[in-house]
């Protein structure tokens, strides 16, 4: 059974450019998760989707940070336009029964903003 | 959530138990226990849970003390694959974010 889909796994990108980071979950999952990672922040939660609907984006840095999921298997981090400070992991997780449940973690997208 | 303790780092033989220990002493009534990790360059890797009740899967156990402010992470037979960050988080119900704290870097050494 594959799990969480994430692409790109690297991206390397000028600054002022658009980045959209993909995330596909685990089939059956109805909520997924966007979150970042960078050694001085840790782990952050960006934002929280459920059945689709974005129930809590009060991790999103800020204007420049967009997330969209159209239906139940994608899902879109877009950076509009990205800064060197964005460079991190951005990973997505999904869980089966609401953010309750479990969260199981994509491979993560290693961003680099030049 | 309750704040967790955990030591920075660990040193393990292979083929041997282990333990990973972790503080949570304001943990509440409704909180669970959860165990993550993350090996290098990876995503972080569910590993167990629990409430209440010393907990078993096949990756690991979670033994939770009786008055639930503390736990272990039992790998009971390490192997150089087990290397990695191990993330103990304390999860109340309704939370939809974890929070991960920094861990301990367990290595297993041949």
């Known amino acids: 059974d594959a799990g969480v889909i994430q692409s790109p796994r690297h991206e390397v990108t000028e600054m002022g450019q658009e980045v959209t980071l993909r995330c596909k979950p685990i089939s059956g999952h109805n909520s997924l998760f966007w979150y970042r990672q960078t050694m001085m922040r840790g782990l952050e939660l960006l934002i929280y989707f459920n059945n689709n609907v974005p129930i809590d984006d009060s991790g999103m840095p800020e204007d420049r940070f967009s997330a969209k999921m159209p239906n139940a298997s994608f899902s879109t981090l877009k950076i509009q336009p990205s800064e060197p400070r964005d460079s991190a992991v951005y990973f997505c997780a999904s869980s089966l029964m609401g953010a309750e449940d479990t969260q199981y973690f994509g491979p993560g997208t290693r961003l680099t903003v030049l | 959530d309750a704040k967790t303790t955990q030591p920075p780092s660990m040193d393990c033989a292979e083929g041997r138990a282990a333990n990973l220990p972790c503080n949570h002493s304001t943990i509440s009534g409704n909180e669970y226990v959860y165990w993550y990790r993350q090996i290098h360059s990876q995503g972080p890797q569910y590993i167990i849970h629990g409430l209440k009740n010393n907990e078993t899967n096949e990756m690991a156990s979670l033994i939770i003390t009786e008055d639930r402010k503390s736990s272990t992470l039992i790998l009971p037979h390490a192997t150089l694959r087990d290397t990695a960050v191990y993330y103990c988080?304390?999860?109340?119900?309704?939370?939809?974010?974890?929070?991960f704290g920094t861990g301990t870097r367990l290595t297993v050494i041949p």
């Open positions: 988080i304390v999860r109340g119900k309704g939370a939809n974010n974890l929070f």
